[in-house]
């Protein structure tokens, strides 16, 4: 990136002469804000010409809802994630936006290695739909060292959309089949998902129902244990939990 024009100006230069070695350091963080500022510039250029409107109005029909919509569809978003550096600072800068593309981006381009339990905790809050807490578990949250950590931690929080994103990341480390998983307590993570299939949420039922199914396939023995433990919900008046009995019995018998 070419950032000659910023020497351009007759002041700077001034300040240099004057004040030498000080004003570089302080000329290195504005270099740092305008890359920043510049990256954020072309990536959303690169949205607008990536745009598709009737995919962003089939979303918010659906009810997911943003600030900004480009409706650009996953493959598209990795393929845009490549043109751009690994950056902690440009994807904090994206996390921020209103935008669902940038929030998306954002979680592929944080640096594993630079994203401790503290920023975890911090980005599980500001988690806006479903959609994005798919997406950061994915690229992001499910690569952590620490996920086993997180997941036993946001498993036992009241507000319900950190038990969702503990359910749904626990998910993401069944199906990749991460060592990870071991870690977690299984039979009282069961029991935990077991009560929240009673939950007037629909995410957090659909993140326990997915988590129980991808955790009943690791064994007959656990598969039984919840299909005994949700027994009462195959003759509830319920029609959800019918619903929710059937899909699971379908999934391990």
């Known amino acids: 990136m070419d950032l000659k024009f910023l020497f351009a100006d007759a002041k700077i230069t001034k300040l240099l002469k004057i004040f030498g070695i000080k004003t570089i350091f302080v000329l290195k963080i504005l270099i740092s804000q ?36 480009f409706g650009v569809d996953i493959p598209r978003l990795r393929e845009l994630s490549k043109k751009y550096p690994d950056n902690a600072q440009l994807a904090e800068l994206l996390w921020k936006q209103e935008t669902r593309e940038l929030k998306i981006l954002a979680t592929m381009l944080y640096p594993v290695e630079k994203f401790d339990e503290e920023k975890a905790e911090r980005w599980v809050r500001e988690i806006p739909t479903h959609e994005i807490r798919e997406q950061v578990c994915m690229n992001l949250f499910q690569k952590l060292n620490f996920a086993d950590k997180l997941v036993q931690n946001w498993s036992n929080w009241i507000k319900e959309e950190i038990r969702t994103s503990g359910y749904w990341l626990f998910t993401r480390l069944l199906i990749i089949k991460s060592d990870l998983a071991d870690n977690i307590d299984q039979n009282e993570f069961l029991e935990k998902m077991i009560f929240d299939l009673n939950s007037d949420s629909y995410f957090l039922r659909l993140s326990a129902q997915n988590a129980l199914k991808f955790l009943g396939r690791t064994s007959i023995e656990l598969s039984r244990k919840i299909l005994l433990e949700i027994q009462d919900f195959k003759t509830s008046d319920d029609t959800i939990k019918n619903e929710i009995y059937n899909s699971l019995s379908f999934e391990f018998e």
Not at 38 to 43: H, V
Not at 44 to 52: C, E, F, P
């Open 34 to 69: 305008t890359d920043m500022d510049e990256i954020l510039k072309q990536i959303r250029a690169d949205l607008r010409r990536s745009m598709n409107g009737i995919a962003s109005k089939s979303m918010r029909e659906k009810g997911l809802h943003y600030k900004l919509n």
